[in-house]
């Protein structure tokens, strides 16, 4: 399958840069990942997204799924669920690009979480 590759430009730019704080994430009230070492992707008009080293998130918390997407301008990614406290899973929760596009390439061994199904808190700079 021919996939279609995009360079950011100024229609839609991609911008990478060290948080500069620590980034914490929750799911369900326990904590999932913590790190001083969180990248901040922002691409054209979305909301800013924290990528998270891989080896800062409670792998133990993690299992791989067969959840594929791909992004012309980062690749394809891949997905994690994450298990509860409780007990439940948060399917597909967290994506990575384990092969991103060389524009893109700091994000590699980083992982993102939906914001909208964690509690992700940055602490002020």
């Known amino acids: 399958m021919t996939r279609t590759v995009k360079i950011p430009d100024a229609a839609h730019p991609i911008t990478i840069r060290p948080t500069g704080t620590r980034v914490t994430v929750r799911v369900g009230g ?13 691409e ?5 997204v924290h990528y998270i080293p891989l080896s800062d998130v409670d792998q133990s918390l993690l299992e791989r799924t ?8 980062k690749g394809d990614a891949s ?3 994450v ?4 007990g439940g899973t ?3 929760l ?13 994000i590699a061994g ?4 939906y914001a909208n199904r964690a509690e992700i808190t940055v602490d002020p700079a």
């Open 79 to 81: 997905y994690f669920t």
């Open 90 to 92: 948060e399917a597909d």
């Open 44 to 48: 054209a008009s979305y909301p800013v």
């Open 66 to 73: 067969t959840t594929q997407t791909y992004c012309p301008y």
């Open 83 to 86: 298990k509860t406290p409780d």
């Open 30 to 42: 326990a904590v999932v990942a913590a790190t001083d070492s969180a990248l901040s992707l922002a």
């Open 110 to 113: 980083h992982v993102a979480f």
């Open 94 to 106: 967290i994506w990575t690009y384990e092969h991103p596009y060389p524009s893109v390439a700091e």
